[in-house]
């Protein structure tokens, strides 16, 4: 039977900014036997891709934290969701928190920090701080905390969402195997039965609602199969 695996990507795959060779065999592996492995991240598309690229060809990815997802066709990536933040609304964000915290913007391929310099679609927005950070605009957007950043999103959009469409799309109907270590997992960590952490875990909300601990993806992958 097919399994399906969503991993977190930045302290979850890429630790001490590099992938370790024994979790690239393993995700081979385990898609070579007929499996899904997918990346759910924070991270855009086009800034994650250079770092995966050569290394690891997930088959699908959840970028943006759910605002855009790709699934692989062959050596290409096709889109089949994307959540746009419109000028407007990003305007208003910008407006109000800019005056007490660095606020950036993220397109699908650049990361600026003024709206006129804006020329393609609005992927995230991000205010860089280790505080908590009232959320005055949850009509319009949500907020999902890592460390040092809080990344902004149209509402409605998490990485649990994203993973459903996934499901959706492949009509993979068993639970999903989850792995992550930061505050923007625990929503998709929460929502299975066989949810995961690294053993160097120390955040005591990711440790709550985790199942299992391991010690690396190719541990998790040897326990899949």
């Not at 097919?2 to 370790?20: N, P, R, V």
């Not at 003024?114 to 020329?119: A, H, N, R």
């Not at 509402?155 to 799309?169: F, S």
């Not at 875990?201 to 440790?207: E, I, L, R, S």
Request: charged share 30%; aromatic share 12%.
């Amino acid at each position: 039977m097919m399994k399906l695996i969503a991993s977190d990507f930045d302290g979850t795959i890429l630790i001490d900014e590099s992938i370790s060779k024994n979790d690239i065999k393993a995700i081979r592996d385990f898609q070579n036997a007929g499996n899904l492995f997918g990346l759910v991240t924070g991270r855009s598309y086009h800034n994650l891709f250079p770092l995966i690229e050569g290394k690891i060809a997930p088959d699908y990815i959840i970028a943006n934290n759910g605002g855009h997802i790709l699934v692989r066709l062959n050596d290409t990536y096709k889109e089949i969701f994307k959540s746009v933040i419109k000028k407007p609304a990003a305007q208003k964000f910008i407006d109000l928190y800019a005056k007490n915290y660095e606020v950036t913007i993220f397109t699908e391929d650049r990361k600026l920090y003024d709206l006129e310099d804006v020329d393609k679609d609005i992927m995230a927005l991000a205010i860089y701080t280790e505080d908590q950070v009232e959320n005055y605009l949850e009509e319009i957007f949500d907020f999902h905390y890592s460390i040092g950043v809080v990344d902004v999103v149209n509402r409605g959009i998490d990485k649990q969402e994203g993973i459903d469409i996934i499901k959706d799309y492949y009509k993979y109907q068993d639970e999903v195997y989850a792995i992550g270590d930061d505050y923007n997992d625990i929503v998709f960590l929460k929502a299975t039965k066989r949810s995961y952490t690294l053993s160097y875990v120390t955040n005591p909300y990711v440790n709550e609602v985790c199942k299992y601990r391991v010690e690396s993806i190719a541990d998790l992958i040897k326990e899949v199969i």
